[in-house]
């Protein structure tokens, strides 16, 4: 039997060779995915495709998470969760001015490029959301650092959970993402899609037993342990209530003006010009 669909007014078979935009149009439509060989192949294409626009705008890391994997914690935004996949971008942050951040000063210039960053990734997911659109699918831009719910220091979705989920890093003691190549030296993006994209797989914690953010916060935030695999219980891991208010200070401090500190993203062994391999 033929099965046809009216897409746009015309009439298709499924018996006639079809374009690949046509054939995802028709899926989109549908609510139906492509099986086996066929949906690899595309996926592949496409995620490789949107990788190279991506580095080539000056991302220097890219994956997609498979939000089936997401687990939801306390204020996050589930009706987000509707998009079946989410496309993270990370930027490394300079590794001169981290490395002059002092307890006491996390200095003007990280301030500065903190704001830089942050401001260059959303240009980048607009940039990367614009194409996803040209080319027919649904895209949400998530921007860096955006924070919807200030008692609970969080946005709309966790940026470094679905970077995690990627299989771009894994979340540290210091609950932030940890790069193999770039440590916690990085700040992230998310774009939501349906666009048929290929998911990567995590990766294992290589934390261990390293404790130096643990022993470095200068408001004992940081707890001795990581999140487990049952879920983000992060009150057992990480005091949000005293490191958001050593932010504040900062924030209301005309020098910085941002909500930064940077001292377990300097300390931490990953991501270090003598990084640990």
């Known amino acids: 039997m033929t099965i046809s669909l009216r897409v746009n007014k015309t009439i298709i078979t499924k018996n006639k060779v079809l ?16 099986q086996g ?12 495709d949107l990788e190279g626009f991506a580095k080539g705008q000056g991302v220097d890391l ?13 204020g996050f935004d589930t009706s987000l969760l509707k998009f079946p996949l989410a496309i993270s971008i990370g930027i490394r942050l300079s590794d001169p001015i981290l490395d002059g951040i002092t307890v006491e000063d996390p200095t003007p210039e990280y301030a500065s490029h903190y704001k ?8 980048i997911a607009l940039r990367i959301t614009n194409v996803i659109q040209s080319k027919g699918h649904t895209a949400l831009l998530i921007p860096a650092s955006q924070i919807t719910k200030s008692d609970l220091l969080q946005g709309a979705i966790s940026h470094k959970a679905i970077a995690a989920i990627a299989g771009l890093g894994w979340i540290g003691k210091n609950q932030l993402l940890i790069s193999p190549e770039f440590g916690p030296r990085l700040r992230l993006a998310s774009v939501l ?26 408001t004992h935030a940081i707890k001795s342990g990581e999140i487990g695999e049952e879920g983000w219980i992060r009150e057992q891991v990480f005091d949000q209530d005293v490191c958001y208010r050593r932010l ?30």
């Open 62 to 74: 890219f994956g997609v998470a498979d939000l089936k994997l997401f687990r939801p914690y306390r």
């Open 193 to 218: 899609t349906t666009m048929p994209l290929k998911a990567g797989e995590s990766l294992r914690s290589r934390c261990d037993e390293c404790e130096i953010c643990v022993k470095a916060c200068p």
């Open 116 to 123: 830089t960053v942050n401001a260059l990734l959303d240009d």
């Open 248 to 277: 504040n200070r900062f924030r209301d401090d005309p020098r910085y003006g941002v909500d930064i500190c940077g001292v377990c993203v300097k300390v931490c062994p990953f991501g270090k010009r003598s990084s640990v391999r």
């Open 37 to 48: 060989e066929e949906a690899s192949k595309i996926s592949s294409t496409e995620t490789r």
């Open 19 to 34: 374009p690949q935009e046509t054939k995802q149009m028709i899926r989109l439509a549908k609510g139906t995915e492509y």
